[in-house]
C-alpha cells in the first residue's frame, strides 16, 4: 500500500483497490475512452522472440528498449467527481488502483495548476536502488494510447512518444525543477523509459543494461510503423536470455494415500491416509480459454525435490492451483521459478506453444549481436529510398 503522502511501499498493491460498482463503471469510461466495445484489460500484450523474428526486424523499423523486472500498469488520469485530478493504475488482471496519494500532478503545458484528465499511458512501475541502499518506485512510460481524449494509437509509435514528452512529460519534469521539494512528496516519480534503434543491440548489452537500477528481464522490440493493438501484438517481440525463456502455469498437487507404518498402528491409526508430508505429484496446467470443466489442459509434470518441498510446505501458504512461473532447467526438467499472484490465470495454451518455440528456437545475445547490422543496413537503406521519395516530389 502507499503511505498518505509519499512513496508507495507496495508496486503489487500500489493503491486502494476499485470494486463492485466503481470498477465496473471505470472499465466502461476507459472502453468508451478507446472507444472499444469489450471492457477487458485493453494493453498490448508482447510475443515471444523467435528465430525468425530476426527477418522480421530486418524489414520494418523497431525500436528496442530494456524489459524491466516490474509490474505492467496502464496510468490512467480521470477527474474525480469533485472536479479534482485523480489517478488509476490498471494491472493485467484489470483490477483498478486508485493512488489515494493526492500529490500525483501532471500539469499541463501552459497552466501549472490545471491537469490533464482522460489521458492513458502504458508502462511498468519497479524499484530503483538508491546509492544509499533505499529503494523508490518509479513508474517507467513506454506507450501512449490516448492524451487528454485525443486517441493516438494510430500514430506510429515515435510519434505517440513524442506527443507524450512535449504535453506532459517536459511540464512534469518542470514542475520539480521549480519546485524539488515536492519531489519528496510523490507516490512515485514518472520517467520515459529510453528506447535505442532497433539495431543498437550493443548499446543495449554494454551500456543500458550494466546501468539500470532496477532488474531486468530482457529486451522488447517494438514496431514503430504499426498502431497500438489491445491484446496479443505481432510486432511486439519480448527477448529473453535462452535460460530465463519461462512460462505461467496452474499447479495442481496431487498427495499419495498411503497405509499406515508399524508405528503408526501401534498409535492407533488404522485407516490409509493422505501423506502431506512426502513430495506431491506436481503437475502444470495451462489455460485453453474455454470455459466449464475444459477450462485448463495438463501440459506438465513439474520437479520438486525434497528439499524445495520442505521449503514450501514451511510458507503455511495454500500450494494447490496457485499460478507458478516455470522454467527448464539443465536436464530439461520444468522447475517452478516463482508464484505469481499478480497474474489470476495460466498462460493460454498458444502462449505457451510460442514460449516453447522460443526455447527450441532459442535466440541468444550472440545472435542478435551479429543480426544487428543487418538490421542497421536495412534501416539505412529505407531510409534513404523515403529521402529519395520526398525529393522526387
Same mark, same amino acid.
Given at each position: 500500500?502507499?503511505?498518505? !503522502?509519499?512513496?508507495?511501499?507496495?508496486?503489487?498493491?500500489?493503491?486502494?483497490?476499485? @470494486?463492485?460498482?466503481?470498477?465496473?463503471? %471505470?472499465?466502461?469510461?476507459?472502453?468508451? *475512452? *478507446?472507444?472499444?466495445?469489450?471492457?477487458? &484489460?485493453?494493453?498490448?500484450?508482447?510475443?515471444?522472440?523467435? =528465430?525468425?523474428?530476426?527477418?522480421?526486424?530486418?524489414?520494418?523499423?523497431?525500436?528496442?528498449?530494456?524489459?524491466?523486472?516490474?509490474?505492467?500498469?496502464?496510468?490512467?488520469?480521470?477527474?474525480?467527481?469533485?472536479?479534482?485530478?485523480?489517478?488509476?493504475?490498471?494491472?493485467?488482471?484489470?483490477?483498478?488502483?486508485?493512488? $489515494?496519494?493526492?500529490?500525483?500532478?501532471?500539469?499541463?503545458?501552459?497552466?501549472?495548476?490545471?491537469?490533464?484528465?482522460?489521458?492513458?499511458?502504458?508502462?511498468?512501475?519497479?524499484?530503483?536502488?538508491?546509492?544509499?541502499?533505499?529503494?523508490?518506485?518509479?513508474?517507467?512510460?513506454?506507450?501512449?494510447?490516448?492524451? !487528454?481524449?485525443?486517441?493516438? %494509437?494510430?500514430?506510429?509509435?515515435?510519434?505517440?512518444?513524442?506527443?507524450?514528452?512535449?504535453?506532459?512529460?517536459?511540464?512534469?519534469?518542470?514542475?520539480?525543477?521549480?519546485?524539488?521539494?515536492?519531489?519528496?512528496?510523490?507516490?512515485?516519480?514518472?520517467?520515459?523509459?529510453?528506447?535505442?534503434?532497433?539495431?543498437?543491440?550493443?548499446?543495449?548489452?554494454?551500456?543500458?543494461?550494466?546501468?539500470?537500477?532496477?532488474?531486468?528481464?530482457?529486451?522488447?522490440?517494438?514496431?514503430?510503423?504499426?498502431?497500438?493493438?489491445?491484446?496479443?501484438?505481432?510486432?511486439?517481440?519480448?527477448?529473453?536470455?535462452?535460460?530465463?525463456?519461462?512460462?505461467?502455469?496452474?499447479?495442481?498437487?496431487?498427495?499419495?494415500?498411503?497405509?499406515?507404518?508399524?508405528?503408526?498402528?501401534?498409535?492407533?491409526? $488404522?485407516?490409509?491416509?493422505?501423506?502431506?508430508?512426502?513430495?506431491?505429484?506436481?503437475?502444470? &496446467?495451462?489455460?485453453?480459454?474455454?470455459?466449464?470443466?475444459?477450462?485448463?489442459?495438463?501440459?506438465?509434470?513439474?520437479?520438486?525435490?525434497?528439499?524445495?518441498? @520442505?521449503? *514450501?510446505?514451511?510458507?503455511?501458504?495454500?500450494?494447490?492451483? =496457485?499460478?507458478?512461473?516455470?522454467?527448464? !532447467?539443465?536436464?530439461?526438467?520444468?522447475?517452478?521459478?516463482?508464484?505469481?499472484?499478480?497474474?489470476?490465470?495460466?498462460?493460454?495454451?498458444? $502462449?505457451?506453444?510460442?514460449?516453447?518455440?522460443?526455447?527450441?528456437?532459442?535466440?541468444?545475445?550472440?545472435? *542478435?549481436?551479429?543480426?544487428?547490422?543487418?538490421?542497421?543496413?536495412?534501416?539505412?537503406?529505407?531510409?534513404?529510398?523515403? !529521402?529519395?521519395?520526398?525529393?522526387? =516530389?
Amino acid at each position: 500500500m502507499e503511505g498518505p !503522502d509519499g512513496p508507495i511501499t507496495s508496486i503489487a498493491e500500489p493503491g486502494v483497490k476499485a @470494486e463492485g460498482q466503481l470498477l465496473y463503471s %471505470m472499465r466502461k469510461e476507459v472502453a468508451e *475512452l *478507446l472507444g472499444r466495445h469489450q471492457t477487458s &484489460f485493453p494493453g498490448a500484450q508482447p510475443v515471444s522472440f523467435a =528465430r525468425q523474428h530476426l527477418e522480421e526486424l530486418t524489414k520494418q523499423d523497431y525500436y528496442v528498449c530494456e524489459k524491466s523486472d516490474g509490474i505492467r500498469y496502464l496510468l490512467y488520469s480521470t477527474s474525480d467527481e469533485g472536479g479534482g485530478e485523480a489517478h488509476y493504475l490498471i494491472d493485467r488482471k484489470n483490477d483498478y488502483w486508485f493512488i $489515494t496519494n493526492r500529490n500525483l500532478h501532471f500539469p499541463l503545458e501552459n497552466d501549472q495548476g490545471a491537469f490533464h484528465t482522460a489521458t492513458l499511458v502504458d508502462g511498468e512501475l519497479v524499484w530503483d536502488s538508491l546509492p544509499n541502499g533505499k529503494a523508490e518506485p518509479r513508474f517507467l512510460v513506454f506507450d501512449c494510447l490516448v492524451m !487528454d481524449g485525443n486517441k493516438l %494509437m494510430d500514430r506510429t509509435l515515435d510519434k505517440r512518444l513524442a506527443y507524450f514528452k512535449e504535453r506532459l512529460y517536459n511540464p512534469y519534469k518542470k514542475l520539480f525543477k521549480d519546485f524539488p521539494d515536492e519531489l519528496r512528496f510523490q507516490p512515485f516519480y514518472v520517467e520515459m523509459k529510453p528506447f535505442q534503434l532497433g539495431y543498437g543491440i550493443e548499446m543495449m548489452f554494454k551500456q543500458v543494461l550494466p546501468s539500470l537500477k532496477h532488474g531486468n528481464d530482457g529486451l522488447i522490440f517494438t514496431c514503430r510503423n504499426t498502431p497500438y493493438k489491445h491484446g496479443t501484438d505481432p510486432h511486439i517481440l519480448k527477448w529473453k536470455p535462452p535460460e530465463e525463456n519461462t512460462v505461467d502455469c496452474r499447479l495442481r498437487l496431487t498427495f499419495p494415500t498411503v497405509e499406515p507404518d508399524e508405528l503408526e498402528r501401534r498409535e492407533g491409526m $488404522t485407516e490409509p491416509f493422505v501423506d502431506y508430508d512426502s513430495v506431491p505429484k506436481a503437475e502444470l &496446467f495451462v489455460f485453453t480459454g474455454d470455459s466449464g470443466p475444459d477450462r485448463y489442459e495438463r501440459f506438465h509434470d513439474v520437479f520438486i525435490t525434497e528439499d524445495e518441498w @520442505e521449503i *514450501l510446505k514451511g510458507l503455511n501458504d495454500p500450494l494447490d492451483d =496457485r499460478i507458478v512461473e516455470c522454467n527448464l !532447467d539443465d536436464q530439461t526438467r520444468w522447475r517452478i521459478v516463482r508464484f505469481r499472484d499478480d497474474k489470476s490465470e495460466a498462460n493460454h495454451k498458444s $502462449t505457451i506453444t510460442s514460449v516453447l518455440e522460443s526455447i527450441n528456437d532459442r535466440v541468444s545475445d550472440k545472435d *542478435l549481436y551479429k543480426a544487428a547490422s543487418r538490421i542497421r543496413d536495412s534501416w539505412k537503406a529505407r531510409q534513404a529510398r523515403a !529521402d529519395q521519395e520526398k525529393r522526387s =516530389r
